[in-house]
């Protein structure tokens, strides 16, 4: 259960420091350009939905959806709790400097990139046949070709 927890918590962490590593170019690279901010920001939210692809990906691969599904959404629940709420403070803003609009879209637009590229592995994963049902069909499929028919006396 150790385990699970810090697998978690590490990828809550690299989901937070790719926005705080987004935040910080924005800051220190691109003070007052929109466009560029918004491009970095447009980054930012692809590098996320890539590492979610990757990591569902991955975790699909040997768990149940249950499983892996529960520990995505834990780790994306933390990592925008800590990208809306923490993230300004590290480069000087407050969380609500933009007014409700820009705080609820930040979230809204968090919310569909992780959900976009956990739906994108798990989608690449389900078509090539290595999601943890389909090993599970498979084995069970081996199993029953490899017993022998029962001979029936009359």
Do not use: C, H
């Not at 400097?97 to 590229?117: E, K, P, S, T, V």
């Not at 690449?124 to 022998?148: M, N």
């Amino acid at each position: 259960m150790r385990e699970r927890w810090r697998a978690v918590g590490v990828l809550a962490g690299a989901l937070f420091v790719v926005n705080v590593v987004a935040r910080l170019v924005i800051k220190f690279g691109f003070e007052n350009d929109d466009t560029a901010a918004d491009r970095v920001s447009l980054v930012m939210f692809l590098v996320i939905g890539l590492i979610l692809a990757a990591v569902a990906f991955r975790w699909g691969r040997d768990r149940p959806v249950g499983r892996w599904a529960a520990d995505l959404t834990a780790a994306v629940a933390v990592a925008l709790a800590l990208t809306v709420f923490v993230g300004p403070l590290l480069v000087g803003n407050s969380p609500f400097a933009g007014g409700a609009g820009l705080f609820f879209a930040q979230i809204w637009l968090y919310l569909a990139a992780a959900g976009a590229g956990v739906l994108v592995g798990y989608l690449i994963l389900t078509a090539l046949g290595r999601d943890y049902r389909s090993q599970q069909l498979k084995r069970y499929a081996q199993l029953k070709a490899a017993k022998p028919r029962k001979v029936v006396r009359r």
